[in-house]
């Protein structure tokens, strides 16, 4: 028995009745996000109005709901998209990213806040907590942590000095390309790219450009614009500073580690509530005394909470001693979690919440 084949023609127009639908349920939901920005100027609500906990759950519901054939990662990014335009209409959101344009730091940007935010570069990771506190932008994303090389030192100690607080955090998988107008490899004799970049390609540069000179510099984006106009240089990048400077990408992938990726937190000035998939960061100093540590992070065990990540920092306040940056699962308002840090408070020297946040949707 063979089976009825349905007629492109009745196809075709089946799809420009949905798509008919569907634009008239996205404009429905925009004037409603309309509405809510005035309800909330009319209830006295000032600064932004984007709020990280209500994202988190909105979009982990559309996981929960999806029965496919699309992917939950292609259904979060659709409704991401209608989500940041929704609130462009609401009130404009300003991000600082570290620049210049077409960083990894601004693809993290856009796969977090959508395409409609107004993402702002500057110059450094310093520069990005600066205009943060300021108020001249809601939010910013820095890179804290890399899945082949490890911490961002630099990010942590900032952390430790500003008053902002962690509002959330996103993964990139992070694709590094050479980029470069050379027709061949053995025309290049320098190559530029972020520190990170350089190490996580050490390896295949060894093979494959072993005499050529190696130039660290602020972005990868910032690689990809210093070699745009010369054929004996090339840059370690990803595709959208490729395609920002227009620069051919010579070769893909050519970090040493599959699945190489970065984790990026958002600050500001919120403090996101319970969700339920939450994380909490925070930052402890101990003394120097013989099972300090241990005595610290016994209430995390007694309280039954996971703790995620430990690193060690210099305070910068003596000699030799240490600060420890510590992540866990839970919300700082979630009952295990109070219970733990209220112990903890009174084991330590220093304790500092950095931020409570929903974890990273896909």
């Not at 409609?116 to 939010?139: L, M, W, Y």
Request: proline share 4%; aromatic share 6%.
């Amino acid at each position: 028995m063979t089976s009825v084949i349905t007629p492109l023609s009745q196809l075709r127009d089946t799809i420009d009745a949905l798509d008919t639908q569907i634009l008239t349920l996205i404009n429905q939901r925009a004037q409603c996000a309309v509405e809510v920005a005035k309800t909330k100027l009319a209830e006295g609500e000032q600064g932004t109005f984007y709020r990280p906990d209500r994202e988190a759950l909105v979009l982990r519901r559309i996981q929960e709901l999806n029965q496919g054939p699309l992917a939950d990662t292609t259904v979060v990014r659709f409704f991401r998209e209608i989500m940041s335009a929704c609130l462009a209409l609401e009130k404009p959101l300003e991000v600082a990213f570290l620049g210049p344009e077409g960083t990894f730091t601004q693809q993290a940007a856009f796969k977090h806040f959508g395409h409609a935010v107004n993402t702002v570069p500057v110059t450094t990771i310093s520069d990005i907590f600066n205009v943060v506190e300021k108020g001249e932008c809601q939010f910013g994303i820095v890179p804290v942590e890399n899945s082949t090389e490890g911490v961002i030192n630099f990010t942590l100690d900032r952390l430790l000095s500003s008053h902002l607080k962690i509002c959330g955090e996103v993964e990139i998988r992070v694709e590094q390309n050479l980029l470069g107008l050379a027709t061949s490899l053995t025309e290049i004799s320098a190559v530029y790219s972020h520190q990170q970049s350089l190490a996580q390609c050490r390896q295949w540069l060894d093979v494959h450009l072993p005499n050529a000179q190696r130039f660290a510099v602020n972005s990868n984006a910032e690689a990809a614009r210093l070699v745009a106009n010369d054929k004996s240089l090339a840059a370690i990048a990803g595709t959208l500073a490729a395609q920002t400077y227009a620069v051919p990408i010579m070769q893909k992938n050519i970090e040493d580690i599959a699945n190489n990726t970065t984790r990026f937190i958002i600050i500001g000035q919120q403090r996101p509530i319970s969700t339920g998939k939450d994380k909490t960061s925070l930052v402890i100093s101990t003394g120097n005394k013989p099972g300090a540590l241990h005595c610290a992070l016994a209430p995390f065990a007694e309280c039954n909470v996971d703790m995620v990540s430990i690193e060690s920092r210099p305070s910068q306040q003596g000699l030799w001693d240490y600060v420890f940056f510590i992540d866990i699962h839970g919300h700082q308002d979630d009952a295990r979690v109070a219970q733990a840090l209220a112990s903890l408070a009174d084991k330590v020297t220093m304790l500092k919440v950095l931020g409570s946040y929903p974890r990273a949707v896909i």
